[in-house]
Nanobody, 122 residues
Framework: VQLQASGGGLVQTGGSLRLSCNSS????????MGWFRQAPGKEREFAAC????????VYADSVKGRFTISRDNAKNTVYLQMNSLKPEDTAVYYC????????????????WGQGTEVTVSS
């Protein structure tokens, strides 16, 4: 599985961005998908994940109510809609594919995209 993330950029505080992550291959719907982020000088942290069908989602407290994860299995794509962005959301965002739903642990994800950078200016 190869993952390609896109959609990052520079946005002002309070603005919105939508990240996309496209997967190659025909097994996209068999994977739980997650978004993680890594701010400069910090460890990678969990942001959100979505079940194989898209019917269930989990969010980190830091993004709950502002970010929405969704997926389109027909397009092999997972999205992260980010609203009300804050400077502390500045990070490189990574999409990941794995087998276990509901965990914030990065090591259970098997495949990772290359990351897309999000910068929120104050």
């Amino acid at each position: 599985v190869q993952l390609q993330a896109s959609g990052g950029g520079l946005v002002q505080t309070g603005g919105s961005l939508r990240l996309s992550c496209n997967s190659s291959g025909r097994t996209f719907s068999s994977y739980v998908m997650g978004w993680f982020r890594q701010a400069p000088g910090k460890e990678r942290e969990f942001a959100a994940c979505i079940s194989r069908s898209g019917g269930s989602t989990v969010y980190a407290d830091s993004v709950k109510g502002r970010f929405t994860i969704s997926r389109d299995n027909a397009k092999n794509t997972v999205y992260l809609q980010m609203n009300s962005l804050k400077p502390e959301d500045t990070a490189v965002y990574y999409c990941a594919a794995g087998k276990y739903y509901g965990t914030a642990t990065s090591r259970v994800y098997d495949f990772w995209g290359q990351g897309t950078e999000v910068t929120v200016s104050s």
